[in-house]
């Protein structure tokens, strides 16, 4: 019999041959994150649920039906070791064509603007994705992610990082009591959580979620008026008129590598003996 203190989630178990999670400050030295930030795996749903219509809304959180919505995600893994790939950087951008940098035999490498930067690559990455929502949307999502029709292969942070989507499975979390131990995984852990558990770690400021806004023009005369918010799905095709610029809504976070010296109350995934920290998607 399940306890008021149980939680359904969707828990998704995926592995990735290599992968690499941008930081978007960094340019030289193409930096990664040791796990994916929130807004990559709302994108990495948004590619295996492409053609199931009847949940779009609901992944965007715009659904009529304020029961349905995915309210958390949580997020562990680890990986194997990290590499350093030598690659090289190119522009497309139009005012970059008649650039010639590089020659070979005098003739153009590439006609446009390019440099050689390091990418740091994660190798044999294993993680363990949590989905919060009511439990009648879990089985429309479990059904949805068990038989994907994506548009292009499943990838999680670049297009080539591939992903192997190993187990589906509505579980349940339980509230406990969590014993002193080290856990195999790294965790994304809210900030405001971390600090009341007293987790020792690295802070990072992720993104979540991105909004649409419809950049509106001033008049002749008058003061420039703000962007409004536009309620779009992420599959949206029917996009309102105007330019449409991208605001990305960020979180801080710990990365809590697993070593737990004293006991705490959090939700616990018994299956996988760990546990689990929840971040609201629509805080």
Same mark, same amino acid.
């Given at each position: 019999? @399940? ?25 030289? @030295? ?33 659904? /009529? ?35 010639? @940098?590089? /020659? ?12 050689? *930067?390091? *990418? ?11 989905? /919060? ?11 949805? *992610?068990? $038989? ?37 995984? &790294? ?12 987790? /020792? ?11 649409? @806004?419809?950049? !509106?023009?001033? &008049? ?15 599959? &949206? ?12 809504? $960020? ?24 546990? *689990?920290?929840? !971040?609201?998607?629509?805080?």
């Amino acid at each position: 019999m @399940r306890s008021s203190e149980d939680l359904p989630v969707l828990r998704l178990e995926l592995y990735q041959p290599s992968a690499h999670y941008r930081l978007p400050y960094a340019y030289q @030295r193409r930096l990664t994150y040791p796990l994916p930030p929130y807004s990559t795996i709302l994108g990495f749903l948004q590619n295996l649920v492409s053609d199931h219509i009847s949940i779009k809304p609901y992944l965007n959180g715009n659904s /009529e039906i304020a029961t349905l919505p995915l309210k958390g995600i949580g997020v562990a893994g680890h990986f194997h070791s990290k590499a350093v790939e030598y690659t090289w950087m190119r522009s497309f951008a139009s005012k970059s064509g008649n650039t010639r @940098r590089y /020659e070979i035999y005098g003739f153009p490498e590439h006609p446009g603007q390019q440099i050689p *930067v390091k *990418v740091d690559t994660l190798e044999q990455v294993e993680l363990v994705i949590y989905l /919060e929502a009511e439990e009648e949307f879990l089985e429309v999502l479990e059904e949805a *992610v068990s $038989n994907p029709q994506p548009y292009e292969i499943p990838h999680l942070g670049r297009a080539e990082d591939f992903v192997i989507l190993e187990t589906v499975k509505v579980v349940e979390l339980t509230r406990t009591k969590v014993k002193p131990k080290h856990f195999p995984y &790294s965790f994304w852990v809210p900030y405001e959580e971390a600090q009341r558990l007293r987790l /020792e770690g690295l802070l990072y400021k992720i993104a979540l979620r991105a909004e649409n @806004r419809v950049i !509106q023009k001033a &008049s002749q005369g008058k003061k420039s008026k703000p962007s409004q918010p536009v309620q779009l799905s992420f599959f &949206s095709e029917d996009l309102p008129q105007g330019p449409i610029s991208r605001v990305i809504h $960020n979180v801080p976070v710990l990365l809590w590598e697993g070593e737990l010296p004293y006991a705490i109350e959090a939700y616990f995934d018994s299956e996988k003996e760990i546990p *689990v920290f929840l !971040q609201p998607i629509y805080a």
